[in-house]
């Protein structure tokens, strides 16, 4: 089950102490990226007047909301 910390690219390794390193960006940020890139139409006239935190904010309810919709449908 995924949270918003579960990376959407992950990577895991050891580094030379042998200390296991998770990299890769989160599901949230991805998805949070993919919607304001797809943001078209209506979406798209209207984030235009907004500024970037208004813009971010939104990009991330869209995210959490997607993460939501994968954990009801498991």
Avoid: C
Avoid at 22 to 29: A, I
Avoid at 35 to 43: E, H, I, K, M
Avoid at 51 to 60: I, M, Q
């Amino acid at each position: 089950m995924e949270d918003k910390n579960t990376p959407a690219f992950p990577f895991v390794a050891k580094d030379h102490t042998g200390t296991m390193i998770n990299m890769g960006m989160s599901l949230r940020d991805y998805f949070a990226a993919q919607a304001l890139a797809s943001s078209t139409g209506w979406y798209l006239s209207e984030i235009n007047n907004w500024d970037n935190k208004e813009r971010a904010d939104w990009a991330y309810k869209q995210a959490d909301q997607m993460l939501k919709q994968r954990k009801s449908d498991e």
